[in-house]
């Protein structure tokens, strides 16, 4: 589920950008708090998974790194939308998330 929504967040991050959206560019900023609970429920999870069975550590060492650079897709299409706010708006959100 996280991986759609960093995936469906870069689709409608380049498709503010190209149309100038800011209400698309908005959309996406919302949902990145998403993407941010869903890494850490994942991280979560792999730690009793690697605290009940100590043969899992490696595998969920490179899942948590996975989940770290799907989140971080995330982020990146958000900072696109920020951008794509402020070329249609005029307004900067990047430090007034609660603003957008």
Known sequence: RMAEEAINMLKNAVDSSINKDAKLAKSVCEKDAIVDKLRDQILRELITYMSSDPSTIERSIH????SRSIERIADLS????????????????KHHKDES
């Open 63 to 66: 899942l948590i790194r996975i």
């Open 78 to 93: 958000t900072n696109i939308c920020e951008d794509v706010i402020f070329m249609v708006e005029g307004r900067v959100i």
